[in-house]
């Protein structure tokens, strides 16, 4: 049990980015008031969690539904990961768990940025959404490994919320290169993670014979 809360913490912490999220809203509410920048991070982040809860909780309905494999998710989801990662590892923007060039800026036109761009894609994106369905079907219906893999959903997505609170001083205190540093670090972690999904799904598939 400690393994699974361990490997769906660290496959959260990295797809829902609390420190790129961090960044980016410090980057765009630098002119707001303080009680409108927590009352934006409250509402993205109550978002947020909807959006992921409600994969959580249809994303074996959904797979089901469209006759998908969980060697098929493994493979997939572990197929993203790792571009995802390899763009942290080389800090590149990636639409996978930042926003696109032109999604932020449409954001800097926005009054409130609390459902897009920071909900959705900034912390709720593709990665963030791909972990939760992959991480839940890996449980294969064991209720106990469930209710971990939401339970450290819900830890990460508390961290975000006290990132975004603090986002102006991390901002200060890490700067770019220290972000990039974390970002780095974490990249590295999600490749291995990401590398193990694939093994796991192409071991599962039957393609290969088990000796």
């Known amino acids: ?7 769906a913490f660290t496959t959260f912490f990295v797809t829902l980015g609390p420190i790129e999220a961090a960044a ?53 989801g572990g197929i993203l990961l790792l571009l995802i990662a390899i763009d942290m590892v080389f800090a590149r923007d990636s639409g996978g768990i930042t926003t696109t060039n032109a999604e932020t800026q449409e954001a800097t ?13 900034l912390i709720a994106g593709p990665g963030a959404i791909a972990a939760v369905i992959l991480l839940i079907a890996n449980a294969q219906g064991d209720w106990g490994t469930q209710l971990i893999v939401i339970a450290a959903l819900l830890a990460v997505l508390l961290i975000t919320l006290s990132a975004l609170f603090g986002a102006a001083y991390i901002q200060k205190v890490l700067g770019v ?21 694939m093994f796991n799904g192409i071991g599962q598939s039957g393609l290969f014979p088990s000796s």
């Open 177 to 197: 290169a220290g972000q990039h540093v974390v970002s780095r670090i974490f990249g590295v972690l999600l490749c291995a993670l990401a590398v193990q999904f």
């Open 109 to 121: 036109q926005k009054q409130d940025i609390s459902v897009f761009p920071l909900a959705t894609p």
């Open 1 to 7: 049990m400690l393994e699974v809360a361990a490997v």
């Open 24 to 76: 980016m809203f410090a980057a765009l509410t630098q002119n707001r008031p303080t009680k409108q920048r927590h009352s934006m991070a409250l509402r993205a982040i109550l978002v947020a969690t909807g959006i992921l809860l409600t994969f959580a909780v249809l994303g074996d309905w959904l797979l089901r539904l469209l006759g998908i494999s969980l060697a098929a998710l493994q493979t997939a």
